[in-house]
């Protein structure tokens, strides 16, 4: 095992010792590596690393590489003299429980802000940042990362995992979901390190099922390389990611995309640091809950949400203490829904257009008529377009063929027009809607009528 330095400093380095920190002296003591260092290691790693003036010294590893994986805290002992860093700990990992570890490390360069040291044992030199201060921060807030240090000149900002603190390049950070990470910071003095830790009044632990639906690439920027990936050869061999969050309440969670690059299951597996009844609880505030069962291995609460109009399942299992994020059926994409509403209901769409854009041909009877019929149009059995004398569309009439709510179209709806305090009236600049719709007995969308009622 690599012992990783990650350290951050206790107390600030004033101007009168700034003649210790020359790169590549020897004169280094032992005081200047008291503090906390961070060490990104490369390939989804990195350490935290605590240097007390005791000489204790815990550390957490957090690895999570395409071929293994850890997530261990330590505890141990450090020693500086004659240019050599001594480190003994005592280190859980995979099942192996208080393995002793020594590490002798040769000191190699030294400034306000990084530390290099090379292995005596092995051909490798380890750099590690300072990390200069904590934010704790709440969920939706923003604050700017500050390094108290004038001749410290931020250039270029990055975070370990956007899914719980994003920064941009000016050094705004927004706190996103609950969790900790290290916002690195780079000058041409070295880099810096601030730790967020994000905390969330209304949730207990790090939602990730928001990122149901999102494509691979849009996951990687939101939770880092940080992952191990693997092949699920019990369903038809796509892949599976999994990502160790430092998160005490989350041991892990695990995506599966589907063969297109996009979520479509997930899974979070819990410390024993959460109960039930606090999942329970953080997911009442999201999901609309519709009934429990049990299987036998254990009570299931069920919850059905809806991700852009794709209907999914939320369940939670006591026995295996993971929760888990499906979708229900994987033909419920409404892009079509959404497209209709963005370029067919216009203001002044023609009959032609709304045609055109269905991928309809106007027939001789439908100018006469002012109207057409498309069958099987997805997510529709039929959808009937009518227009007024001028032949600019008016109404339009929709049947659904599969199991959508209105609270599924809702999304779409709200998206170009504003409601009123009408259940069924809504707005835009030009125009007012009437929206009308009917169900069945369980609830799901039989018809569905957009119809302008006046013109601005």
């Known amino acids: 095992m690599t012992t990783g330095l990650v350290l951050v400093l206790l107390t600030a380095c004033s101007s009168d010792d700034d003649s210790y920190y020359v790169p590549g002296s020897e004169n280094f003591t032992r005081d200047m590596f008291v503090g906390e260092w961070f060490e990104p290691a490369g390939e989804g790693t990195y350490n935290v690393g605590f240097y007390q003036e005791d000489g204790s010294l815990p550390f957490t590893t957090i690895s999570a590489t395409k071929s293994n994986w850890e997530y261990s805290n330590s505890d141990g002992y450090w020693d500086f003299s004659d240019g050599k860093l001594t480190v003994i700990t005592d280190h859980s990992n995979a099942g192996l429980l208080n393995t002793n570890t020594k590490a002798v490390y040769r000191a190699i360069k030294l400034t306000k802000y990084e530390i290099q040291v090379s292995s005596l044992d092995l051909d490798n030199i380890a750099g590690d940042y300072r990390i200069v201060d904590t934010y704790q921060m709440n969920v939706g807030e923003s604050r700017q990362a500050i390094i108290n240090d004038n001749e410290f000149v931020p250039q270029e900002y990055s975070s370990m995992s956007y899914h719980i603190a994003s920064v941009d390049n000016n050094g705004k950070i927004e706190a996103r979901h609950l969790g900790t990470t290290y916002i690195l910071i780079k000058s041409s003095i070295g880099t810096a390190v601030i730790r967020v830790v994000v905390n969330d009044s209304e949730n207990v632990f790090n939602d990730a099922l928001q990122s149901m639906g999102m494509p691979v690439q849009t996951i990687t920027k939101e939770y880092g390389q940080t992952y191990a990936e693997a092949e699920d050869e019990d ?64 009570r299931i609460d069920w919850y059905i949400a809806s991700w852009q109009c794709r209907k999914v399942a939320v369940g939670y299992s006591e026995i295996d203490h993971n929760l888990f994020m499906y979708f229900l059926s994987s033909g419920n994409d409404l892009e079509k829904y959404d497209r209709f509403f963005y370029e067919v209901m216009n203001t002044n769409a023609s009959l032609w257009l709304v045609a055109y854009y269905m991928g309809y041909t106007l027939t001789y009877e439908d100018y006469v008529n002012n109207s057409f019929i498309i069958s099987e149009y997805y997510p529709f059995k039929f959808v009937e377009v009518v227009a007024d004398e001028q032949g600019y569309v008016n109404r339009a009439n929709l049947y659904f063929a599969d199991g959508i709510t209105f609270q599924d179209v809702e999304y779409y709806v709200k998206r170009y027009y504003l409601p009123t305090m009408s259940a069924h009236i809504y707005i835009s600049p030009e125009a007012t809607y009437y929206l009308d719709y009917s169900e069945d007995n369980d609830g799901y969308l039989q018809f569905f009528q957009y119809d302008k009622r006046k013109t601005k």
């Open 235 to 298: 369903d038809n061999r796509k892949t599976i990611r999994r990502y160790f969050l430092p998160d005490e309440k989350v041991r892990y969670i695990k995506m599966r995309l589907d063969t297109d690059g996009y979520v479509e299951y997930i899974e979070q597996y819990f410390s024993n640091n959460i109960t039930s009844d606090e999942v329970r609880e953080s997911l009442n505030r999201k999901y609309d809950f519709q009934y429990s069962e049990d299987d036998g291995n254990g």
